[in-house]
């Protein structure tokens, strides 16, 4: 992979990681279409390398409300930011079950499968239009919320399904106020990156070349400063109900995706 390679996929990443439109799915789509020739091993460091980039920027953007939320979780009180903690970590059990028993054929799919890539674009898109016809209100995620919008995740990690969009729409559909969504949405899933990435790291099927050293770092560098930029517009976009444009986006890429698979077949 080559530096301008890395950019362009790192660009992806940072934007589609946060926008409603798939990291994933977008991935696959520009690996496909840049005709990525990298090694699965390799390709998979790569992937990781800007997914960690992006939980980077989440940090960094909510930095201020995760130094609230350790503060008060050290004051080992019922409070708010103890449920909140309880809450995230509740809506990660079905993500985590789903990577623990179906990890293998998780990872099949993201092979070039550019057909349902483009189909599941399509499910986010339906997803996005329902989300932004919803009222907005001041009501927090509830336990019970947590763990619907923690199914929604666990089915979002197939390439095309948007997390973001998954999650957000459906903490909206529930009845979550808008800002609130977002930023359950984007906390919740830093731990699964980072729990993710140390269980790849340790369990020693990660490649690394020495080649690739200034292509990932390059990567890591375009996925951290588009995933700041993302993740910030992000939230007002989900406040002013702005939605619908990336369920317009989503069916037209999604649509261009099934076409571009039947084209190559």
């Known amino acids: 992979m080559d ?14 990681e946060f926008l409603p439109v798939s990291s994933s799915g977008h991935l696959e789509l520009g690996k496909a279409i840049l005709g990525d020739q990298s090694v699965p091993e390799e390709s998979l460091l790569f992937t990781i390398v800007l997914h960690f980039a992006t939980a980077l920027s989440t940090i960094v953007v909510f930095r201020k409300d ?20 309880s809450k995230i970590a509740f809506s990660m059990c079905p993500a985590v079950m789903v990577g623990i028993f179906f990890e293998k054929q998780l990872e099949s799919l993201f092979s070039g499968n550019i057909m349902l890539v483009g189909c599941m674009l399509i499910i986010t898109a339906i997803l996005l239009f329902f989300a932004d016809k919803a009222k907005d209100t001041d009501k927090k995620v509830s336990f019970t919320n947590a763990f619907i919008i923690g199914v929604s995740q666990a089915i979002a990690m197939l390439p095309g399904i948007s997390r973001s969009g998954a ?36 369990s020693g ?35 002013k109900s702005r939605l619908s444009y990336f369920a317009i986006y989503c069916i037209i890429i999604g649509l261009v995706a099934i076409i571009y698979s039947l084209v190559n077949v």
């Open 3 to 16: 530096i301008i390679d890395a950019i362009i996929l790192g660009i992806i990443q940072g934007l589609t």
């Open 66 to 85: 995760i130094v609230s939320i350790v503060k008060g979780v050290l004051k080992f009180e019922w409070n708010d930011d103890l449920q909140f903690i």
């Open 205 to 239: 099927e990660l490649t690394y070349n020495s080649e690739n050293f200034i292509p990932l770092s390059i990567g890591f560098i375009a996925a951290f400063i588009a995933g700041l930029f993302a993740c910030t517009w992000m939230i007002a976009l989900v406040k």
């Open 167 to 202: 999650t957000i729409s459906t903490s909206v559909l529930l009845g979550n106020d808008k800002t609130k969504a977002a930023r359950f949405s984007f906390l919740m899933v830093v731990p699964l990156i980072l729990g993710k990435i140390a269980k790849d790291i340790l």
